[in-house]
């Protein structure tokens, strides 16, 4: 039980904690404060073992042998009565001279759990102070004598209890710890009034209580020894872990016993070796067997190194298409296709590489920033990459509006008025029309938002096919823009796709107010042969068109040249084709002004 004397007498007073405080000291009748413990430098002793002694006068003020820490000291202050021994009623917070010292605080100072093994008798005579040793405490292996200790300190040790449920566990393992080890331990002083650590464990908890008992050794001394001294364990200490691999007890063996002799680890290695083989030989009888079951044959050896070959993403929508060749033919044909044009498309690759583009398409892709780029380089030629389409803007301008448009054509209003999925369909030519013709998911629709900078009026996806019909866009009262459905691969039926191609041969053959088409090519992919079966069919009509490279920013400005410069290499004896080739990416703007300048002047030269 704690013990209480007033104050007046200036007696000692005892903690909860059960920290012993015995006598006035001279200091504090002075009413000199009582120096931090740091300060006195007396006695400062292990807070294992704090000894306050009574009217020791080893030190000015307030004697204080032990604790060093300066929390202590503080709650040794007097409180100017004479008494430093008040400076402890604070220890449980019930006191009324102590302010804002609560249960809280009480935990806090404790620092060891309050555990503070009252030694020694009553007033006037020496008493002890003995501290648990706080990794002891949160372990829950120290053992007070008084039975309200336990009380007090039950929360604190059934939560260290909890986090200990391993280690619990394992102790199961040091049942057979060395005993010498144990005896020397617990030979220990600090735990010489400390009862037998089996019996602590009871009231925390039954079931690993009898983990704890069961061992009848385990003491503090063992926990100690766990805890705080693991490093030194000797190897005889270690738990021995059987693994049931096939070895017998070779792996405990290796772990466990480190002086094994040289024919012993030898033997062992020789073990592990022959069980492995033996997994090995069991492995290929295996295979033997199982072939003989399937009936194939046997082939022994290294393995067959697999073949690196390019694999084809059938859900690949980008333009990378195979179906320009094979489109109505059976499924064996159209694999047999797909390898021949992948071979071919690696000689194309070839071929395209080895071009070497001029010098002045290649400045001009440089001026133009087209090709991939990284953001910085827009940044650094002054180009607001939070707008859409950075590059359509001018360098160094915030304001995206459509009035920058340089051209007064495209400043005007893009506006649906038809669409016509049969030719019949197809509204009066009042207006000159110019239209985007391509394979599906070339860009056609993206490419005319980016024109008119009105990003939304004509739906996109990346999804090959979503321009199902002819559409018919006004732009002002001058200038018609037609949106044409795309040929090739496209998530659509193989009737509906041949319809629209149909529909957009009719549409380039006879619609009287064409006056341009725009032929877009995706820069990655190239010409195809539908691309090529439009020129021809587009040079027999005598339709002007122009070839535009799309989704430049996806290549690198080199690959853009080349591009280039292959298709005009192509066009060179074609009539219809409007010179020059423009390259445009919608994404980042670039090219866009110039193709606007291009197309402007085709409406110039229309007669109303
Ligand atoms: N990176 C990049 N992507 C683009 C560019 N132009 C279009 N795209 C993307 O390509 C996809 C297809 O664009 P669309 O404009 O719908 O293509 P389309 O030719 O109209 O396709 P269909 O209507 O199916 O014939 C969309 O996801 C666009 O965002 C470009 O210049 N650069
Ligand atoms: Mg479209």
């Known amino acids: 039980m704690p013990v209480r004397r007033s104050s007046n007498e200036g007696s000692f007073k005892v903690s909860r904690k059960l920290r012993v405080r015995t006598g006035n000291s001279k200091g504090s009748e002075d009413g000199v404060r009582t120096p931090r413990s740091r300060d006195t430098g007396v006695g400062r002793g292990h807070r294992k073992a704090r000894v306050a002694t009574e009217g020791s006068e080893g030190s000015s003020g307030g004697v204080r042998t032990g604790e060093g820490k300066k929390i202590e000291s503080r709650r040794l202050q007097s409180r100017g009565n004479g008494s430093d021994a008040v400076a402890y009623h604070s220890e449980d917070g019930r006191l009324s001279d102590v302010r804002g010292r609560g249960k809280r605080d009480w935990k806090t100072r404790s620092g060891n759990g309050g555990l ?327 860009g056609k629709s993206s490419l005319l938002n980016a024109l008119t900078r009105q990003w939304g009026v004509v739906r996109t996806s990346d999804k090959p096919g979503l321009t199902q019909s002819i559409n018919f866009f006004n732009l002002g009262p001058k200038l018609c823009m037609v949106d044409l459905p795309g040929y090739g691969f496209a998530y659509a039926k193989e009737e509906v796709k041949e319809a629209w191609e149909e529909l957009v041969k009719e549409y380039v053959m006879t619609r009287v107010g064409l006056k341009r088409v725009c032929l877009l090519i995706d820069t990655k992919w190239g010409m195809k042969p539908r691309d090529l079966e439009l020129i021809d069919l587009m040079e027999r009509y005598e339709t002007k068109y122009q070839i535009v490279l799309t989704k430049t920013d996806l290549v690198f400005p080199i690959d853009v040249a080349r591009r280039a410069m292959q298709i005009e290499e192509n066009l060179k004896a074609k009539k219809s084709a409007v010179q020059p080739l423009m390259m445009v990416s919608s994404k980042t703007g670039a090219g866009i002004r110039s193709l606007r300048t291009v197309l402007a002047n085709v409406a110039r030269f229309v007669p109303r």
């Open 116 to 442: 503070e093994p009252f030694v020694g008798g009553k007033s006037g005579l020496k008493r002890k102070r003995i501290s648990a040793d706080p990794r002891l405490v949160e372990q829950g292996t120290f053992n007070g004598n008084d039975r309200k200790l336990k009380s007090q300190t039950k929360t604190n040790v059934l939560n260290s209890s909890m986090d200990n449920g391993k280690r619990l566990s394992r102790w199961k393992d040091y049942e057979s710890a060395d005993s010498s080890r144990n005896q020397r331990v617990t030979k220990s002083p600090k735990f010489s009034g400390s009862e037998s650590l089996g019996r602590d464990y009871e009231f925390k908890d039954s079931s690993r209580n009898k983990a704890v008992t069961e061992s009848g050794k385990l003491r503090g001394s063992e926990s100690l020894d766990k805890r705080g001294q693991s490093g030194k364990m000797g190897r005889a200490d270690k738990p021995k872990y059987v693994r049931d691999n096939g070895l017998g007890n070779v792996k405990s063996k290796i772990s466990g016993d480190r002086k094994a002799p040289l024919d012993t680890q030898k033997e062992l290695n020789q073990r592990i070796n022959a069980v492995s083989s033996v997994d090995k030989r069991y492995s290929r009888k295996d295979q033997r067997m199982k072939a003989l079951i399937n009936g194939s044959s046997i082939t022994e050896g290294p393995p067959k190194k697999k073949k690196r070959g390019i694999r084809i993403d059938p859900y690949d929508t980008s333009n990378k298409r195979l179906d320009d060749s094979a489109s109505d033919k059976g499924t064996n044909q159209v694999k047999i296709d797909e390898t021949e044009s992948i071979g071919s498309e690696m000689s194309k690759n070839a071929q395209f590489r080895a071009i070497s583009p001029s010098s002045s398409i290649l400045s001009f892709v440089q001026d133009n920033l087209l090709g991939r780029r990284r953001e910085i380089d827009f940044k650094r030629a002054g180009y607001n990459i939070e707008l859409p389409a950075p590059l359509d803007n001018l360098p160094f301008s915030t304001t995206p509006e459509r009035e920058r448009i340089e051209v007064p054509a495209f400043r005007n209003k893009l506006e649906f008025f038809a669409a016509a999925k049969i030719s019949s369909s197809f509204p009066p030519p009042d207006l000159p029309e110019i239209a985007f013709a391509g394979r599906s998911n070339v």
